[in-house]
């Protein structure tokens, strides 16, 4: 099971007053009919949905997903922290970068292709343009508008927006990102499901995981302990402590780092608030970030992911008479990451940072649904305590809207 520890010398009290009335608003929350993330290990209807698609197109080589911000970064995540063992090619379309586009377009065969489009909403205009160039190669290559059925699955929500009208028009199938459930906390939803199912990844056991940590938050004792974190979070928040590193010891979760930063930025920064998130992965950023967490400026909270046993390992034995080899020859390769992590540990105890250690046994499917549902939930009770709307994004929505006032402007 995932658990965590704080490593710092900055203890907290927590206010009894503020803390119970920011726990009975989070616990109010997540079992909203208005939220829908917390719940999402329970709704079986999502994942057999899912998997009726996968069946259909399980032949296809070519998974194309078309998403930006949450309907992207969830998906990318899993994958590369779960890897893909099914032989299907995936191209990643989440942005609008004509040239990366064409790199990535040159590595498809349409007519093999499954072009997976993501959205919400259903009007993102990065996502609207990249669905749009993928309907051009189509039809380029000879396939008609009714033959779109055997092209395109969609994932949006299930009444509203453009996707969904089109869906019905061209009869392509749908999935549903449940309305309760927004982009950066959709991840468990077909959004992310489907993508790993193509990837021969056991979508059910991520589910499964997470269903373990949501039990696990409500003992009484963990879920002090939960708490604890989130006010302890707060607390530093407003002692000026306003970043948050997020450094798994794993290259495979580099990806959970990004998908937390979204996660993390957009649901609590907000109203001159919030706590500015850092994506690092070790050991390599101690070679790059390190010095800065180490000696920089105090106004960091480092969350260190220690993955305690790797599905693979290689020995570092060698006859070498060089000292750094013969030092090295007795471990193994994930000896020398628990020996990199533990050392950055205490060093930066003894400098007076901020951590927060969290293990995981290993990388399995229920660990990563266990990494998932914990920082959704941890950023929603800093949100609660924050005191802000951790389910919005006006300052997004701003800009969508400039740039399509932009666009009339230049038409
Ligand atoms: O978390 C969010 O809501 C956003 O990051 C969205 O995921 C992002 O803006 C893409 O929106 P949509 O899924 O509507 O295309």
């Known amino acids: 099971m995932l658990n965590w520890n704080i490593r710092s010398s ?41 998997k009726k698609v996968f069946e259909h197109f399980k032949h296809k080589r070519y998974f194309v997903h078309i998403g930006i911000g949450g309907s992207a ?6 994958l590369s922290a779960l890897g893909d063992s099914s032989g299907v090619e995936f191209i990643f379309i989440n942005n609008i970068d004509p040239d990366d586009l064409c790199r990535k377009l040159e590595k498809i065969n349409i007519k093999e292709s499954l072009i997976y489009v993501v959205s919400k909403s259903g009007t993102t205009a990065e996502t609207v343009a ?14 008609k508008e009714e033959e779109f059925k055997d092209y395109f699955v969609f994932c949006t929500d299930p009444v509203k927006g453009e996707l969904r009208k089109l869906s019905k028009q061209w009869d392509v199938r749908a999935l549903d990102i449940p309305s309760n459930v927004g982009g950066r906390f959709s991840v468990l939803t077909p ?44 607390d530093l928040h407003d002692q000026g402590i306003h970043q948050t590193v997020m450094m798994p010891y794993s290259s495979l979760l580099k990806e959970y780092s990004a998908w937390f930063v979204q996660l993390w930025a957009e649901s609590l920064g907000k109203e001159e608030k919030g706590l500015t998130p850092i994506p690092a992965y070790g050991a390599t950023d101690q070679h790059s970030q390190m010095q800065l967490f180490m000696e920089g400026p105090k106004d960091k909270v480092l969350m260190l992911i220690e993955v305690e046993k790797f599905q693979r390992d290689f020995p570092l034995k060698n006859n070498l008479e060089c000292e750094s080899f013969k030092n090295l020859s007795s471990f193994s390769l994930s000896q020398l990451m628990k ?3 533990e050392g950055t540990l205490t060093a930066l105890k003894e400098n007076g940072r901020h951590v927060v ?15 998932v549902l914990f920082a959704e939930c941890l950023t929603v009770m800093v949100g609660e305590l924050l005191k802000v709307d951790p389910f919005n994004q006006p300052g997004v929505e701003a800009g969508k809207k400039y740039a399509n006032q932009w666009l009339k402007n230049h038409s």
């Open 357 to 371: 250690h969290l293990k995981v046994p290993c990388l399995q499917a229920e660990y990563v649904g266990q990494l």
């Open 73 to 78: 970064l969830g998906p990318e995540m899993l």
């Open 130 to 143: 990249g669905m749009s160039i993928l309907i051009s190669m189509l039809l380029e290559a000879g396939i």
């Open 339 to 341: 020996a990199e992590f």
């Open 10 to 50: 900055h203890k907290v009290q927590p206010d009894s007053k503020v803390f119970e009335e920011a726990v009975a608003s989070y616990q109010k929350t997540i079992s909203s009919d208005e939220i829908g993330f917390f719940r999402l290990p329970q709704n079986q209807e999502l994942i057999a949905e899912t």
């Open 191 to 234: 959004v992310g499901l489907l993508p790993a199912l193509f990837a021969g990844i056991e979508a059910e056991d991520i589910l499964e995981g997470a269903e373990d940590i949501q039990k696990h938050l409500q003992d009484p004792k963990i879920g002090a302990e939960f708490f604890n974190l989130a006010f302890w979070i707060k």
